[in-house]
């Protein structure tokens, strides 16, 4: 009989594998984070509820922004972090200004 046992390691690979896979990410003691890197938004779904912060970190050496368009904007320079605010109408599409093939997507619920 052979027995399977996973590495701390690797089990926390496995778990940023899904995230980067699609699934949404959930808010944690308030706050969302979206890692930009390779110029992508990680993981490119959010979901939040009104009123929690998502932040943005960018890993990338240029900056980026999170754009809607006709609505906000946040600019993210390289190696730094920036916030925004949860509303209730946040179901929103966004898009990185200086790069437009970067999208992400922001679900606000309950």
């Not at 590495?7 to 699609?22: E, H, K, P, W, Y």
């Not at 993981?43 to 809607?68: K, M, Q, S």
């Amino acid at each position: 009989m052979t027995t399977f046992s996973l590495t701390r390691r690797q089990v926390l690979a496995t778990g940023a594998a899904m995230l980067a896979g699609g699934t949404l990410a959930r808010a944690h003691d308030g706050t969302v984070h979206v890692t930009i890197r390779n110029l992508t938004f990680q993981p490119a779904e959010i979901e939040v509820r009104a009123g929690e912060t998502i932040e943005w970190t960018n890993d990338d050496p240029f900056a980026h922004t999170a754009t809607v368009k006709g609505g906000w904007e946040v600019t993210i320079p390289p190696g730094k972090t920036a916030t925004h605010v949860a509303t209730a109408g946040d179901n929103v599409d966004y898009y990185c200004r200086f790069h437009p093939n970067m999208k992400g997507r922001i679900e606000v619920v309950g």
